[in-house]
């Protein structure tokens, strides 16, 4: 620059008032209308890795942005925690299935109240009817339900909760009466009955019932998916052919028999160390979310409300010294890398053991007492993997890790008697962390099935997957019994 161009320039910046620099973070006030929304996740979005992608992208389009000091490009928005960019507000049932359906039914001593989330299928469409986890509800396949329908539009998903679980309510009455029982007839020690033999019932009863109300002829052609405990009960389902052959063909969600029985150790030192109570469904969903025990949050946002219910006495300072409640400002977070997961709490976390409450603020606690199930543990699991691998129809089996197979199931698998699918990327609860993927395969799965055909997988050294192949494609064909 020659010293007339300086004389110049220095001329013409005198004549401009003089603007401070703004502190740190701070935006200009049109700026602040410009800011855009941070979108919400995508169905199969872990946010750890989600972050991961995003902060690789920016890192690697640096060298072609050239930062704008009045548009701020690397300030946070305000109201944005690091790490933080989505709401943990809960999300309704309804934006993920048409309607809801309350189904009663009398025994000699109760009356039950069945609860399921229903969208009825096309006048083709296959039904998929979903079990979940001992301590989830029906809303656990709430967001895997709408991927389902995006894929298959003509589908139909009914997702029920299990006694004991969610909305599904259990009244005893005296014997042979509709007559409740009075509080002084309750014996303190009676535990709900909730053997595999009564969950399989219940499933088979919850899909006639359902039939019934919506006044269909017969049940569409069914897909029994479940996951975990609701695994063994779609097996006994189909093994014992409750549904006769409506069923296609079930799908087992990361449950098998020797692994699900050596986590059983580790479950009560689990359901000692999680907390007892949360301050709000908020707490509760960020909880699943940062232990990632639930990796998805769109899907902890829909599911996790329907596991708490308002704490049924205002906690005192006489409370049990062990009450443990969530706090989301002190609770570490933690890897993927945690210790053994028990069959349907995938994480044991040591959280810090904190004062109860001295005030009558409303606090929220697990809607399902999992330490009063624990007589019917091993009988869930037993016997497993031979009445999976014997049961009628269609066979699929998803793991996220091939570590979970056992001796059987290994066998089974090279004989081509069930089809494999394998995602490493998800934690236990697989239709919450990835369910889109996991629709996807449940569909796909379908597609193979239908008109009761199972199109198995080339063998070794043709050319295979692990998952088998589209009818059309190759590979042998075998008729399915039912």
């Not at 490009?73 to 709401?87: A, D, H, M, S, Y």
């Not at 009564?198 to 499933?203: A, R, T």
């Not at 029994?224 to 063994?232: E, K, M, N, P, Q």
């Amino acid at each position: 620059m020659s010293d007339l161009q300086r004389s110049f320039a220095k001329a013409k910046l005198a004549g401009l008032p003089f603007n401070p620099p703004l502190p740190p973070g701070t935006l200009l006030e049109e700026d602040e209308d410009e800011r855009e929304l941070i979108p919400e996740a995508s169905p199969d979005d872990d946010s750890s890795s989600a972050s991961s992608a995003s902060s690789a992208s920016s890192t690697a389009s640096t060298g072609t942005i050239r930062p704008s000091p009045s548009k701020h490009l690397f300030v946070r928005p305000k109201g944005i925690e690091p790490g933080r960019n989505r709401t943990l507000d809960p999300l309704p049932w309804s934006d993920f299935f048409s309607q809801e359906l309350y189904l009663e039914r009398f025994t000699p001593n109760a009356k039950l109240t069945h609860h399921v989330y229903l969208t009825p299928p096309g006048p083709k469409g296959p039904l998929f009817v979903t079990h979940h986890g001992a301590g989830s509800s029906g809303l656990s396949f709430a967001v895997c339900a709408s991927e389902i329908r995006k894929a298959l539009p003509e589908a139909g998903v009914l997702s029920l909760d299990a006694r004991g679980h969610g909305e599904t309510t259990y009244q005893r009455l005296r014997h042979g009466t509709r007559e409740p029982l009075e509080a002084e007839d309750l014996k303190a020690d009676w535990v709900l009955d909730l053997s595999l033999e009564v969950l399989s019932e219940d499933m088979a009863t919850v899909a006639r019932l359902t039939q019934a109300k919506l006044g269909w002829a017969e049940l569409p052609g069914l897909i029994l998916v479940g996951h975990s405990l609701g695994g063994a009960v779609v097996v006994d389902v189909a093994k014992e052919g409750k549904l006769g052959n409506a069923v296609l063909g079930i799908a087992v969600l990361d449950v098998v028999e020797g692994s699900a029985i050596d986590a059983l150790a580790s479950m009560e030192t689990y359901l000692s160390s999680r907390p007892t109570t949360f301050p709000s469904i908020s707490a509760g969903i960020e909880w699943h979310t940062r232990t990632r025990t639930i990796r998805n949050p769109l899907s902890a946002r829909v599911s996790v409300p329907s596991l708490l219910c308002p704490t049924p006495t205002t906690i005192s300072p006489s409370a049990p010294p062990l009450a443990r409640s969530f706090s989301p400002t002190t609770t570490p977070i933690l890897s993927s890398s945690s210790s053994t997961p028990p069959p349907d709490e995938p994480l044991t976390t040591p959280f810090p053991v904190t004062s109860p409450p001295q005030t009558s603020r409303r606090t929220w606690t697990w809607r399902t007492n999992l330490a009063n199930t624990s007589p019917f543990w091993h009988s869930w699991f037993r016997a497993l993997s031979a009445k999976f691998l014997t049961a009628k129809g269609g066979k699929l089996l998803l793991l996220a890790g091939t570590d979970r197979l056992d001796k059987e199931l290994m066998i089974g698998q090279m004989q081509g008697k069930y089809q494999l699918q394998v995602f490493p990327d998800a934690g236990h609860f697989i239709q919450e962390d990835l369910p889109a993927k996991t629709a996807g395969v449940l569909v796909d799965f379908w597609r193979r099935n239908e008109g009761g055909v199972l199109v198995l997988p080339r063998k070794v050294g043709e050319g295979a997957v692990v998952g088998g192949l589209k009818k059309g494609e190759g590979g042998e064909q075998k008729k399915v019994g039912h």
